[in-house]
């Protein structure tokens, strides 16, 4: 494993765990990959194993059964340090060292990196703003002068400063505002993304899953009720227990949460007019009721697709 920037993939092979005392395993048989660089969110009931699994990733849990890889490597053959130094971990508990500044606990890893100190002094700044933490007001002060929610935010700059090729976030801002959560939420995401970070996410916000994922993974009693995409999960429910969760039969909900890429066909829409596929097919049926019959269905400024109400209708009534 190497700490240069770009995502490392993830690969969990018949993963079992079993802690000592207890009758049912926490996890078994969990076979699912991350791909370099994708968002994979995580969900499930309380006590499904979400956290259990992320922390076989950086070995705070063996597992008693299968194995862990990163870039085809076994985690437990990589030396601990060498392992958790290339993983950023954000975690409810935030776990800020009480003794430390704001700013001397997000430097921890880059200074153990021997980054130059200029440079670390940059990157704290700028990860505080990142998480709405005023520089000015917060870099000097202690952990126990903060807010449940503004410690939070504190460990996610943490464990994202190191441009770490792993971040495990374990809803990481469960104690922030609903509001300040989503902004913060997609602007961390978006600064991952950039990095090319291998992201799992643990979130109860299903809402919240389905607009961030690349791939869903549904954990309940410690299985994989179900791996897919975003589209997966809606459309084609691998269980009750998953269709309830995503409230998958509900057309309206559809509309929303699916995007127009997803139900384009790839093609030319000649001189028809515009829409992103990033848009919730919402917005699509919106313009087909003002009467447009064709959209072109563009990504990033160049056209890649067609959507016409027929197709619209097929992706949201399979
Ligand atoms: N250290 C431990 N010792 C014994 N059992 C444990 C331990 N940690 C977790 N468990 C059990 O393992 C199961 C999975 O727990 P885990 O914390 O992974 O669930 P979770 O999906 O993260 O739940 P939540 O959504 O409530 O955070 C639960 O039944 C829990 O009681
Ligand atoms: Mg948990």
């Not at 309206?252 to 515009?274: F, H, N, S, T």
């Not at 049926?285 to 160049?302: A, D, I, K, N, P």
Request: net charge neutral; charged share 25%.
């Amino acid at each position: 494993m190497t700490l240069t920037s770009g995502g490392a993939e993830i690969r969990f092979e018949s993963v079992g765990v079993r802690y000592a005392a207890t009758e049912r395993p926490a996890l078994d048989d969990v076979t699912f990959a991350v791909p370099s660089g994708a968002l994979t969110v995580l969900v499930g009931p309380s006590g499904g194993g979400k956290t259990t699994l992320l922390r076989t990733v950086n070995r705070l849990v063996a597992p008693t059964a299968g194995r862990v890889l990163v870039d085809g490597t076994d985690v437990a053959s990589v030396p601990l340090e060498e392992l958790r130094r290339g993983i950023g971990y954000a975690i409810q508990a935030v776990g800020l060292f009480p003794h430390y500044t704001v700013a001397q606990n997000v430097a921890v890893v880059p200074s153990l990196l021997h980054w130059p100190p200029d440079e670390i002094t940059r990157r704290v700044d700028e990860l505080l703003r990142l998480v709405h933490l005023d520089p000015a007001r917060y870099r000097n002060r202690y952990p126990r002068e903060l807010s449940g929610g503004e410690a939070q935010r504190a460990g996610v700059a943490r464990a994202i400063a190191s441009k770490p090729r792993i971040l495990l976030m374990d809803e990481p801002f469960g104690a922030v505002d609903a509001i300040v959560r989503r902004s913060l939420q997609q602007e961390l995401l978006a600064i991952c993304k950039s990095l090319g970070s291998t992201i799992l996410f643990v979130t109860h916000d299903v809402d919240e899953a389905l607009q961030l994922a690349d791939r869903v993974v549904v954990l309940k009693d410690g299985r994989v009720e179900q791996h897919g995409s975003v589209l997966d999960v809606m459309l084609r429910p691998a269980t009750g227990y998953v269709r309830d969760l995503f409230r998958a039969d509900d057309v309206l909900r559809r509309l929303r949460i699916l995007r127009v890429g997803d139900a384009m066909r790839a093609g030319e829409a000649g001189g028809a007019p515009q829409i992103d596929a990033d848009e919730p097919l919402l917005h699509a049926l919106e313009r087909f009721l003002q009467g447009e019959r064709r959209l072109s269905v563009c990504t990033q400024g160049v056209a890649a697709g067609v959507l016409d109400l027929d197709l619209l209708r097929a992706a949201v009534l399979p």
